[in-house]
């Protein structure tokens, strides 16, 4: 069993920058794919970035690619989201997901995931 937990979301105006973690925890935590979902409210939980185990790929929507930038710190068990320049259409609950050693299935999907934490509000002033 995996265990997330997110921090780093907040209020901030736009154009402003954010830095979200995901700190995981048991005995697998390291082993999986990573991602980042975000969840505005009346709207589908869409999937915003991913990287692999080794964290030599990453993977990300075309609505963020520029603006945001995923990584991972295996030895601290802990995926980052940096989020720049940060528009008004990005306020969503942002949720960190994580899947097994071993999956199949596209990164960009939330059934590959089999693990998630309970969400961080990010939210982007006009």
């Known amino acids: 069993q995996v265990h997330l937990a997110e921090s780093g979301g907040g209020l901030v105006q736009v154009g402003g920058s954010l830095r979200l973690s995901c700190a995981a925890s048991?005995?697998?935590?390291?082993?999986?794919?990573m991602g980042w979902f975000r969840q505005a409210p009346g709207k589908e939980r869409d999937f915003v970035a991913a990287?692999?185990?080794?964290?030599?790929?990453?993977y990300y929507a075309d609505s963020v690619k520029g603006r945001f930038t995923i990584s991972r710190d295996n030895a601290k068990n802990t995926v980052y989201l940096q989020m720049n320049t940060l528009k008004p259409e990005d306020t969503a609950v942002y949720y960190c997901a994580a899947t097994r050693t071993y999956y199949s299935g596209s990164i960009s999907y939330t059934g590959t995931y089999d693990y998630w934490g309970q969400g961080t509000q990010v939210t982007v002033s006009a």
């Open positions: 990287v692999t185990r080794t964290g030599s790929n990453t």
């Open positions: 048991g005995r697998t935590a390291s082993s999986g794919a």
